[in-house]
């Protein structure tokens, strides 16, 4: 299904709310075109009518004629997988002549070598990339510089058969070009060389850390929030983890915005029954007009899969008008020291991400947090 929303791009400095879209056949008003796309996990009825990403991906592979760069935080592939196609896709685009630059995080190239190592041998520029005390959780590739895809998918075959997973598959060149300008700035810090800042179009692609973004490309935490401000009814978040407690700038405008009458939904994985985090979900959903459910994803009948089987998307919706993708979690580090890209739009796409948390949320895998519950962490790996 694709979605096609008519927009004026709104500068750096946006603090009022979006407005409607105008006409798209309006002289001089570009059209902002997405697809939402997604990944859900066998034998699980999380299905919905959204394009798989696995397909979504050959077909982006596919097109291109000149260049695919991919920032990724690792890489990982099993024989028969959904993403050995993917692989061999990106081979064969080599074949053709298309460049193929990779950016991996180093913390995990040595965890994950063999993807990596396979697609160097076949012709592919691999960086690893290192940002302190961060990382390079982004996810994301541009094709030819037109056209993009991001979202919570990692290059992982886990990611495409066992995680719910959603994603943006962007055509609009604005989008792709600032995610172009974040891969050039990554790439060059990772070769040790330098990079002359771009002159961008202001769009609506949010990223982080703030202080390491291409002049025009706007820190996501100050929008999340002003989305939680600006709402009148209810907004819904949903994250594979959400450290409540720990780290208030978000938590303070959900708390300010319950205060208000607005339902808070907010949907986790079941990894946060850990004693890091089961606490402070469990103190937070006392709070009036909070309500947070953990999600439980059936182990699959292959057996025991480590990293896998949880709810992995990550979105934020408010009044199913306003809301955002990304690739980031609800925790400090994602804004302000890993690398993460997300995309704010509105109407009638938000309204596509209210359906798509409504579905797990009323799902029987969501199960309310219960305050008083002692909650054993799940087997992660």
């Not at 694709?2 to 979006?18: D, E, K, T, Y």
């Not at 700038?249 to 029954?273: F, P």
């Not at 089961?278 to 909070?290: E, H, R, S, V």
Request: charged share 25%; hydrophobic share 40%; aromatic share 10%.
């Amino acid at each position: 299904m694709i979605v096609r929303l008519a927009i004026v791009a709104c500068g750096v400095a946006c603090s009022s709310p979006p407005k409607p879209p105008l006409e798209p056949d309006d002289p001089g008003i570009p059209v902002l075109a997405f697809d939402l796309v997604e990944s859900t996990p066998v034998e699980t009825t999380l299905d919905t009518d959204l394009p798989n990403a696995d397909q979504v991906w050959l077909e982006l592979i596919g097109s291109a004629k000149t260049s695919l760069d991919f920032a990724e935080f690792y890489a990982s592939n099993s024989p028969g997988s959904k993403l050995e196609p993917i692989v061999r896709a990106l081979e064969d685009a080599m074949k053709r002549g298309v460049k193929v630059r990779f950016l991996a995080d180093k913390g995990f190239v040595k965890t994950y070598p063999d993807t990596l190592e396979r697609l160097g041998k076949a012709g592919a520029t691999v960086r690893p990339i290192e940002f302190g005390t961060g990382a390079l959780h982004a996810k994301y590739f541009v094709v030819d510089g037109r056209e993009s895809y991001f979202g919570s998918q990692n290059f992982d075959y886990r990611s495409l058969e066992h995680n719910l997973e959603l994603g943006v598959h962007v055509r609009d060149r604005t989008v792709s070009e600032g995610l172009e300008a974040i891969f050039a700035m990554d790439w060059a810090r990772a070769g040790g060389e330098s990079v002359a800042p771009r002159n961008l179009v202001a769009s609506r692609l949010v990223a982080s850390p703030k202080d390491q973004l291409p002049p025009g490309v706007t820190w996501d935490l100050p929008e999340l929030i002003g989305l939680v401000d600006r709402a009148k009814t209810r907004v819904r978040l949903q994250a594979l983890s959400y450290l409540a407690g720990d780290w208030t700038e978000l938590e303070d405008a959900l708390v300010r915005a319950a205060g208000r009458g607005v339902s808070i939904e907010l949907m986790v994985s079941d990894w946060a029954k850990a004693p890091k985090t089961i606490g402070g979900l469990q103190k937070l959903a006392q709070t009036p007009n909070i309500a947070i459910r953990l999600v439980t994803i059936p182990a699959w009948s292959g057996g025991f899969i480590p990293y896998a089987r949880v709810i992995h998307a990550k979105l934020l919706v408010a009044d199913g008008e306003y809301g955002w993708v990304g690739t980031g979690n609800f925790e400090r580090g994602y804004f302000y020291e890993d690398r993460n890209v997300g995309v704010r739009m509105d109407h009638l796409f938000a309204n596509q991400l209210d359906k798509f948390f409504e579905k797990t949320w009323s799902s029987r895998y969501a199960t309310p947090i219960d305050p008083a519950a002692t909650y054993v962490a799940p087997k992660t790996h």
